[in-house]
């Protein structure tokens, strides 16, 4: 097959699932704001977790039976490759239990900080993503591009810095805080979504194994470590109000739109990857707080407007290697800063994807 052929598919898909993430991580960005602040009634958010989980399964379910064209062809699948492999299958347990310490994290850290400080200390998550994937994936980054994630970095904090925001209202008394746990549980937490995303990225990159099969792996567990977390942290909540508290037809919109959110996020880091992520998760949140204003009267935080240049900036300075900055970056020399049969897996699932079904 022409190169021609081969690549062009490949950067339609990535650029399809990479504007479908930023549209869907905006609406859900939006719908949280609406169902959290604005609705009166507010739901049990571990039991949110929890279907938001079960939810993504049964539609990466629903894309195997689709993918195979027929239900018998998914169960032989997921037989061949996730029951027949237990010890693959308990791979998978390692970025869910990731995911839900992150969660756990981000709940000590909101309880020790105020909320901008949190949300500020939080954006540190891109440069700890470059650092994931330089270390894990042993992927190399210019200079340049180094700069662009510690800009983005700085851009967000500035966005999302907002002490009169609709978030402000401390859930606890400033006695009650220490600075310091609530600092090093925000660190932890900012590495474990980096770190999940890079561990999900090598599995679906360095295997055969279907991104379906993967996600089901995953989901699995999530689904097992957030039903934890139910009972754990609000079984008495449970009994004393129900289940289903709250949920509106908006909360299941809000649960719908989080679980096409999941399987395209898992879709960007295969065909394109956990940085690329993080700059078009940049470009929702200044969408969500642009349409926060004219929906919800938002006032936009004091650094809002520089922040979101610094953001946009950053996108291209990553994007575009640029001679006059004294980078050398090119395709072939960081191709040659990585280990041979590594990097080749990684670029070769990357790029030549046409051969793959989504
Ligand atoms: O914080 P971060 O942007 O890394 O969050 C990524 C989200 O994508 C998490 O909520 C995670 O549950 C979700 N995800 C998913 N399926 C994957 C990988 C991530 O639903 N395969």
Redesign the pocket.
Known sequence: MAPSTNQTPAYVIKLVVLVLMSATTTAYLILLRWTRVVATDKYITTIAVALQEVI?FFMALVVLIWQNRSIVGAVRMIKSEAIDKPYDTLKMAVPSFV?ALQNNMMYIALSNLDVPIQQILYQL?IPATALCSVFILRRSLSYQQWAACFMVFAGLAMVEYNPEGPYKSPQTTASDQNVFIGISAVMVAVFC?PF??VY?EKMVKESDTSIWVR?LQ?YAW?TTAAFLAVITKDLATVREKGFFFAYTPLVWVLLCIGGVN??L??LV?KYADNIV?CFA?SVSIILSTILSYFIFQYEFGPGFIIGGMIVCSAICIYAIPLPCLGTKWTSSSTSKKISGASYDKLRSATLNTDNDEI
Request: charged share 20%; proline share 0%.
């Open positions: 993504k995911y998550k979504s999940a995303g999900f996600n995953m999530t999941g399987l996020v898992s880091l992520k998760a």
